[in-house]
């Protein structure tokens, strides 16, 4: 630390990851440095994400996205297009939502599955969201919506193996929940995005003129939205805004 400081050599320290997805040994190196970059992915999917876990400059949200390809990593300039990419037409149980990671919005599918249990406990598995968000969101449909979905298995998943904390995903999971239960497809050109309460309500989110342009960017024509956002954002070009004060005026916006 001594030596890049008084040189201003900028240094790269490489340690070890436990299993459990933190550094090893004591917290030393990871406060002696200025930014802890964690490099994610693996397997058989060809994407990896660079993602800031301090950061004393800047956002400690922020990622890179890169592709594994023949002659090495590549970086995808486009991350949402990517996500969207193999996205299938007219299939129940898919919602796509603008989630903040950073300062950069990123456009993801949130797809969830809705099937009779077989067992006597219905199961309950998230990948990418939190196990305990999407039980809250489950109750919410079934208790101010009236889908009998507490008694089914329910599988959500974030397409391309990303991890959503922006709590701005709730509604899209909610509507794909929704739309796996009653086998009904949102329209393909439709965002969805805003919070939940317990209430049912469905509260602002932060920095929804940057998710709403990244939507008609990437050619959305509807966005369906907080309404307390609805009425205080600017619709861009080529994108109508339908906002929803509970979860129940939010699905019937996308039945219609």
């Known amino acids: 630390m001594a030596y890049a400081k008084t040189t201003e050599t900028p240094t790269f320290l490489v340690g070890h990851v436990t299993k459990d997805g933190a550094i090893a040994g004591p917290r030393v190196l990871e406060h002696m440095v200025d930014t802890v970059l964690y490099f994610e992915g693996g397997g058989a999917h060809p994407y990896r994400v660079l993602r800031a876990h301090k950061n004393r400059f800047g956002s400690a949200s922020e990622i890179g996205v890169f592709e594994m390809k023949a002659r090495g990593l590549a970086e995808v300039p486009n991350?949402?297009?990517l996500f969207l990419s193999e996205r299938p037409e007219g299939a129940s149980g898919s919602s796509v939502t603008a989630a903040l990671s950073g300062t950069r919005t990123v456009l993801v599918e949130v797809q969830a599955l809705v099937s009779p249990t077989g067992y006597g406990t219905p199961r309950r598995t998230a990948l990418g969201l939190d196990g305990n968000r999407v039980a809250l969101l489950a109750a919410v449909l079934e208790k101010k919506v009236g889908l009998d979905v507490l008694g089914c298995?329910?599988?959500v998943n974030v397409a391309g193996g990303l991890t959503l904390d922006d709590p701005a995903s709730d509604l899209a999971c909610c509507a794909s929940l929704a739309s796996s239960f009653r086998d009904r497809a949102i329209p393909a050109r439709?965002?969805?995005?805003?919070e939940v309460g317990l209430a049912g309500e469905v509260r602002a989110v932060a920095q929804a003129e940057a998710r709403l342009a990244e939507a008609a960017r990437l050619g959305f024509t509807r966005a369906v939205l907080p309404a307390a956002n609805a009425r205080q954002v600017e619709a861009p070009a080529?994108?109508?805004?339908c906002g929803a004060g509970?979860?129940?005026e939010a699905l019937e916006a996308l039945d219609g």
Not at 190 to 194: D, F
């Open 190 to 194: 439709t965002i969805v995005l805003g």
């Open 246 to 248: 509970t979860v129940e």
């Open 79 to 81: 991350p949402s297009a």
């Open 153 to 155: 298995d329910l599988f």
């Open 238 to 241: 080529g994108l109508e805004l």
